[in-house]
């Protein structure tokens, strides 16, 4: 979670410059990381296969931010900018990575099955939408118990075909359960374009909300400010007894689908252009106006951390392979 | 001791421990005012109310998964799948949400859920309202499986199940619910993993679930007739199995028969008989004999339903194969 001081309300509110340049250092840390992720995947450091969400870190920071620790998230198998911004710290997450016992899931899980359930971070999902009736579920629990917490569902725009989408929307919105769904559409389904996978604009997505009567907030998702506001708005109509929220966060993937996707399906200058044009960092740094000097300095910091989680991780210890069995029943 | 039938006995388990636990509830298509497609959960809604007698829309993948949801969060889910043929549509969260979490987690995470449904032949369904699909489930690494067949054990099991801090698959036989039996006055948790020995016998075993249980009872008291003494076991849990139980019967008896209305081909005798024979290879007299359904889907006129699932007979045959074998 960043650090946000003050939290100023639904609608029209304004982050303070203490805030804003604390969403600025959590998306680089972000960037940084799974820059080094990558770096370390191709060196063939790390097992399996790695999927980043560079060009999304507003959203990851901006919706995280407006949660309470006690909230819940369900993520994707693009999970290390949720997971961070969720409270996990680095190290745990680059462990895992490494498949290391230090690792936040302990070695079980790898770059698409990131949990840390002490803040609040119930899994990471390699099937697409397979977390969000889950939220549903935990939401409801909330409720039932009467407790002030809500269960927030990432997923993307490819997610929004899938049955688990709709029957969770359905469901959610008939029992006013306070979840909120997060859908970070960056217009890709794996190597599809919406306009090959959505009979409707792509910017239009949100009116899916539509159908099944629930609450729509949507926002720049490349303005962490402005998805940061949204994400206020949804907890607090969430949290309110009206019902869950879509939240509809436009964003953009400035990378290929997996470490390695030659990305052969895109366009190369509309991918440049958004390069150029929708990064969120640069925006925001733009935005801030800071300095070469702050900005490289804050980079050091940030990549110290990020080298430090590296040595943590490869200090790690291996599990036993017979430590496979442990976990699969309480 | 009082007598309930097996509908009942289910009916009775639910709502003691939805009298004595906050956090258990029950959600399903048709479960509220219905009282359920089988009748199992009439009265519940009005002794425990709409937000815990949750009845659903037609969303089984939803059903399940927010079911998993609730469960980590604490609370004690029974959902209902109104037919086993329906645990398909929930696949997904069956398989890959349950079952694994808490391995993929590292141990962070219990999901204590219970999944009851109900399938089986007799009364010309047709294909989509009749299947046994149990034994798919007992491919599944972190799912229980629970196979109930009297109204004792579907009572006792599904308390235990409730209790289990594990994704358990609860399956009842439609054909089963008017079957009375005695019960303890008070409900007596039976441990799961834990198979019962119906009736003891010396030459050989049969290992039967479900509706297949009383046929197979029936098929042994015939045998007697004939000078045959047959042991009847139900493993009532099929994942964990007890593997115990069953092996030293056959290891007595030197002969077995597994029986379950699902087909034959990849059916929970082929597990049996795959434990079995590498337990008690040299203790075996003639091959196991395996019964179950033939290999098509359930067609709908009787007289081909019928032929497709098994019968007393059936089980009679297949005893009287094992033991003609010197």
């Known amino acids: 979670m960043t650090a946000v001081e003050e939290k100023s309300g639904s609608g029209g509110g304004r982050v303070s410059k203490e805030g804003m340049r604390g969403f600025f250092r959590e998306m680089l840390l972000i960037r940084r990381f799974e820059e080094k992720v990558e770096e370390r995947f191709r060196a063939g450091e790390l097992p399996g296969f790695l999927h980043v969400a560079i060009g999304q870190e507003a959203v990851a920071s901006g919706v995280c931010a407006a949660l309470e620790r006690e909230d819940v998230i369900a993520s994707t198998h693009r999970a290390h900018g949720h997971s961070i911004a969720k409270g996990t710290p680095i190290e745990r997450i680059m462990a895992e990575l490494y498949g290391k016992v230090e690792g936040c899931s302990h070695g079980y899980g790898g770059s698409m099955h990131l949990y840390d359930v002490e803040v609040g971070n119930l899994g990471a999902n390699a099937v697409v939408a397979g977390g969000i009736p889950g939220i549903v579920g935990a939401a409801l629990a909330f409720q039932m118990r009467g407790e002030k917490r809500v269960a927030v569902a990432f997923f993307g725009d490819g997610a929004t075909n899938a049955g688990t989408f709709h029957e969770s929307m359905n469901l959610a919105q008939l029992w006013k359960v306070p979840a909120i769904f997060v859908l970070e559409n960056n217009g890709w389904a794996e190597s599809t374009p919406a306009k090959q996978h959505l009979p409707l604009p792509v910017d239009e997505l949100g009116k899916r909300a539509l159908a099944y009567g629930m609450k729509l907030i949507e926002a720049d998702g490349q303005d962490v400010e402005a998805v940061y506001l949204a994400a206020l708005a949804a907890r607090e109509h969430a949290l309110s007894g009206a019902g869950p929220v879509l939240l509809h966060l436009r964003t953009y993937r400035l990378v290929g689908h997996y470490v390695g996707d030659p990305q052969v399906y895109r366009d190369k200058k509309e991918l440049k252009e958004a390069k150029a044009t929708k990064d969120p960092i640069e925006l925001l740094r733009a935005r801030l106006e800071l300095s070469d000097d702050e900005l490289a300095s804050l980079d050091a910091e940030v990549m110290a951390e990020v080298e430090a989680s590296v040595e943590f991780a490869k200090a790690g210890t291996d599990p036993k392979p017979e430590d496979a069995l442990a976990n699969v029943y309480a | ?326």
């Open chain 2, 1 to 326: 001791m009082p007598e309930l039938t097996y509908r009942e006995a289910v009916r009775d388990a639910l709502s003691r421990a939805l009298r004595e636990d906050e956090d258990v509830f029950l959600m399903g298509e048709d479960i509220a005012e219905m009282g359920g497609s089988m009748a199992v959960t009439q009265g519940l809604l009005d002794e425990f109310g709409p937000k815990r007698i949750r009845n659903t829309p037609i969303s089984e993948m939803a059903i399940v998964g927010s079911g998993i949801g609730a469960a980590i969060q604490g609370m004690r889910p029974v959902v209902e799948i109104m037919y086993e043929d329906f645990l398909t549509l929930s696949m997904e969260q069956l398989v890959n949400q349950a079952a694994k979490h808490r391995s993929m987690s590292g141990g962070q995470v219990k999901v204590p859920l219970t999944i009851r449904t109900q399938g089986g032949a007799g009364w010309s369904p047709g294909a989509q309202h009749a299947q046994q699909l149990e034994s798919w489930f007992v491919h599944v690494p972190g799912l229980k499986v629970v196979f109930a067949s009297t109204p004792e054990d579907v009572r006792g099991l599904l308390w235990s199940a409730i209790y289990d801090d594990n994704p358990v698959v609860f399956f009842e036989h439609r054909t089963l619910y008017p079957l009375k039996g005695e019960v303890p006055d008070e409900l007596e948790p039976i441990p799961l993993g834990k198979a019962r020995v119906h009736r003891e016998g010396k030459d050989v075993t049969v290992v039967a679930t479900g509706r297949l249980v009383h046929d197979a009872l029936s098929a042994a008291e015939q045998a007697e007739k004939d000078g045959i003494s047959v042991e009847v076991v139900d493993p009532r849990t099929l994942l964990p199995l007890d593997e115990e139980t069953i092996i030293a019967s056959v290891k007595k008896t030197n002969r077995c028969v597994t029986a379950h209305e699902a087909v034959v081909r990849g059916g929970f005798g082929a597990e049996l008989a795959a434990v079995i024979q590498h337990a008690a290879f040299d203790w075996l007299d003639a091959p196991i004999e395996r019964v179950g359904s033939r290999f098509a889907p359930l067609p709908f006129a009787p007289v081909m339903e019928q032929y497709v699932v098994p019968q007393v007979e059936d089980v009679l045959d297949a005893i009287k194969r094992t033991v003609a074998r010197a």
